[in-house]
């Protein structure tokens, strides 16, 4: 059945109102979903600094372990060469043992200085990894009291806003998808999330500028939807607030 304008006035009207409850609910948890979800990021992003440093001192200690063994093979080369000097038959074998007794001596020094490297690093990596440990804990902490301070406030809202919900479903049912569409987008453009204001002192209620008394003569007749000439709001008249008014009364 083709609905009239003002049937099709009094849907829109009907959804806005549905929206403007579900709009209060959630400026009751205000910006808390938004702390909770920020908190969540930081956490996750602190989790996974605290993994990287731990993989890279496992690198480091895996380093360490890597030197000493070659510490201890170039030190089990010196003394083979040195067991080998007794031996030694002319001035060309035993230059050519001393110059290895040196070379092993020259890697011994070249890993004692890696492994001084790595245990710094290692001191520094750890400070780093306490720190972001203590950082962490604090916003897990911080995280845990916003988290339940939004679901006190959830549990108390959303049974009411549920509710809302599946009446805004059903009220869009009643409006006709090219308004709907409209509505929709000036919503979304909104600040106050207002798509259908009324006349109030003469004026659009959305952005309080004059509208000429022909204009709301024109608005109160119900023939036409008419827009406000400078926010682009759908305009209804005040006798919508008024009956919403007496329904909830």
């Known amino acids: 059945m083709e609905q009239t304008v003002e049937q099709k006035l009094q849907a829109l009207w009907d959804l806005q109102t549905i929206h403007t409850q579900i709009d209060k609910i959630r400026q009751i948890r205000g910006e ?20 990287k440093i731990r993989g890279e001192l496992d690198d480091l200690e895996d380093s360490i ?46 890993s004692e200085k890696k ?23 604090e916003r897990k902490k911080d995280l845990a009291v916003k988290q339940e301070e939004l679901d006190t406030i959830t549990g108390e809202t959303q049974k009411d806003e549920d509710v809302l919900v599946e009446k805004a479903k059903e009220a869009e049912s009643h409006i006709e998808d090219r308004l709907l569409t409209a509505y929709t987008r000036l919503r979304g453009n909104a600040k106050n999330g207002l798509a259908v204001v009324t006349i109030d002192r003469d004026s ?14 024109d608005i109160r007749q119900r023939k036409k939807i008419i827009v406000c000439e400078h926010c682009g709001r ?13 329904v909830h009364a």
């Open 204 to 217: 659009c209620s959305g952005c309080h500028n004059q509208i000429p008394p022909q204009r709301q003569l």
């Open 65 to 110: 372990v890597t030197r000493k063994n070659m510490i201890s093979d170039a030190q089990a080369g010196i003394k083979k060469y040195e067991a080998q000097l007794n031996d030694v038959k002319n001035n060309r074998e035993y230059e050519a043992i001393t110059k290895e007794i040196e070379i092993q001596g020259l890697d011994i020094q070249v």
């Open 234 to 246: 759908i305009l209804v008249d005040e006798a919508f607030a008024h009956a919403e008014e007496h």
């Open 115 to 137: 492994i001084r490297e790595f245990e710094y690093e290692i001191r520094n990596k750890t400070e780093n990894y306490e720190k972001t440990q203590a950082e962490l804990e």
């Open 32 to 51: 808390l979903p938004i702390e909770v979800a920020d908190l969540e990021d930081e956490v996750a992003g602190l989790e996974t600094r605290i993994e």
